[in-house]
């Protein structure tokens, strides 16, 4: 069957430490790989967007790898602030499915806490 | 406008009755999106829009449910005779349609069936 598994549901860490964010999927073929952020109450904000043929982007403080042999991608927070603090979903476009839909993973809850 | 704008915010209905939900999205974004998050899940592929054509239904859960676009924008999710499991958040999302980049999602529609 199809799955996308998030690392974990919660994760905690320190002000100014790097967060790493796991996604991994199974019986999915991605065109590309995307990160979203979703705050409680609203709806989920694109961050960024990586494809299949691509390693490695960056924004910011933030980094996005995508492995297509292990079927996964890491999602980084390099320095991060309590303000980074949210839900973090990943998402995925199937090349066998409808242009555009995309599938989610349930997300990681993380909390960087001062 | 400049964001995806959902109506309403919150919904209580009885079991039984039809609600309509309102997506907005934003001018020139030719896809659209339906999702519904229910808590502790993922979002959950309802329906997509190019245009005022619905090329992916799949996802809808039942006959219960529909919705439709009109003049290439705002849409409408309706849902007949509702019943307790369709309560949840319901996102609406709009792209360019291409795989530029990301989604904008609505804040969502919170339905709570009583």
């Known amino acids: 069957s199809q799955k996308i598994e998030q690392n974990s549901e919660a994760l905690n860490i320190q002000e100014g430490k790097t967060a790493t964010l796991t996604c991994n999927y199974t019986n999915y073929s991605p065109a590309y790989l995307q990160w979203y952020r979703q705050d409680p109450g609203r709806g989920p904000v694109f961050l960024l967007l990586i494809r299949e043929n691509e390693k490695e982007k960056r924004k910011e403080r933030l980094k996005v790898t995508f492995d297509t042999t292990l079927k996964q991608s890491l999602f980084h927070i390099t320095a991060s602030q309590p303000a980074d603090s949210a839900t973090y979903l990943c998402a995925l476009e199937d090349r066998g499915s409808t242009l555009g839909r995309l599938y989610f993973g349930r997300g990681t809850q993380l909390t960087v806490w001062p | ?114």
């Open chain 2, 1 to 114: 406008g400049a964001g995806v704008s959902q109506s309403p915010s919150n919904k209580v209905t009885e079991k039984g009755k039809d609600v309509e939900l309102r997506c907005d999205p934003i001018s020139g974004h030719t896809a659209l999106y339906w999702y519904r998050q229910s808590l502790g899940q993922g979002l959950e592929f309802l329906i997509y829009f190019q245009g005022n054509s619905a090329p992916d239904k799949s996802g809808l859960p039942s006959d219960r449910f529909s919705a439709e676009r009109t003049g290439g924008s705002v849409s409408t999710l309706t849902i007949q005779r509702t019943q307790q499991e369709d309560s949840a958040v319901y996102l609406c999302a709009s792209s360019l349609g291409q795989r530029l980049g990301g989604y904008t999602f609505g804040s969502g529609t919170r339905l709570t069936v009583v």
